[in-house]
């Protein structure tokens, strides 16, 4: 089992910059991939980004390619989400994930097998 703890949510003006953070704990050489997805009200999850744990490969959607950066610390299993330029459409609960999965599948919410509890963004315009 792997768990995640997503931290670093809050309100932000348009224009503005946000970190959010997960932190992994337990079963972590069991996944190669950490992910962050969003889900807004009245609205179906989409992926923001992935990142590959065991080297330098990167996935981002194409609404956030540009102002969104997913890295890693490698010392404290602990993935982030530097979001600059936020717009009132990034607004959402942001949810990290992990699994292990083909390189093909890093922006599939479906497969992936371990969730946080969700952290709010704020954007307010």
């Known amino acids: 089992q792997v768990h995640l703890v997503e931290s670093g949510g809050g309100s932000v003006q348009a224009g503005g910059s946000l970190r959010l953070s997960c932190a992994a704990s337990g079963d972590t050489y069991r996944i190669n991939y950490m992910a962050w997805f969003r889900q807004a009200p009245g609205k179906e999850r989409e992926a923001v980004a992935a990142?590959?744990?065991?080297?330098?490969?990167?996935n981002y959607a194409d609404s956030v390619r540009g102002r969104f950066t997913i890295s890693q610390d490698n010392g404290k299993d602990t993935v982030f989400l530097q979001m600059n330029s936020l717009k009132s459409e990034d607004g959402a609960l942001y949810y990290c994930?992990?699994?292990?999965?083909?390189?093909?599948?890093?922006?599939?919410?479906?497969?992936?097998?371990?969730w946080g509890r969700g952290i709010q963004v704020t954007v307010s315009s």
């Open positions: 994930a992990a699994g292990n999965l083909l390189v093909r599948d890093a922006l599939e919410g479906a497969k992936y097998t371990s």
């Open positions: 990142i590959y744990l065991r080297g330098r490969t990167f």
